[in-house]
């Protein structure tokens, strides 16, 4: 993503190559396409692009528009929360079960 000095926001992609379905118990699968964690401190990647290991991974997923709205979200969101991140690794695992709502800590 590139924020401009016009506030125009793009996004794009230079890797379309990515797999649409992830192992939230394989971290390694992550960190090949979308870059190593820093110590999970961020992490935009739209929950509905994870599985667990018991659930059956659908071969024919795509990647939708609203996952990419997902992750431009959390970005502003940064920005408008001075740097700090909206959710780490552990926050977005909850989020996707429905164990957390970011909206009790903003």
């Known amino acids: 993503m590139l924020i401009t000095s016009y506030d125009w926001l793009y996004l794009a992609d230079i890797h379309p190559y ?3 379905l992830l192992n939230d118990g394989n971290l390694q699968e992550y960190n090949t396409f979308f870059g190593y964690l820093d110590n999970n401190t961020r992490i935009y990647t739209a ?3 994870w599985r667990s290991s018991n659930e059956v991974r659908d071969e024919n997923a795509k990647l939708s528009f609203e996952m990419d709205v ?3 979200g959390c970005v502003i969101a ?3 929360m001075d740097g700090l991140p909206l959710f780490d690794l552990a926050k977005l695992q909850q989020l996707r079960r429905n164990l957390y709502n970011p909206l009790d800590e903003l």
């Open 47 to 49: 929950p509905e692009r």
């Open 78 to 80: 940064e920005i408008m």
């Open 70 to 72: 997902f992750s431009v």
């Open 18 to 20: 990515k797999p649409v």
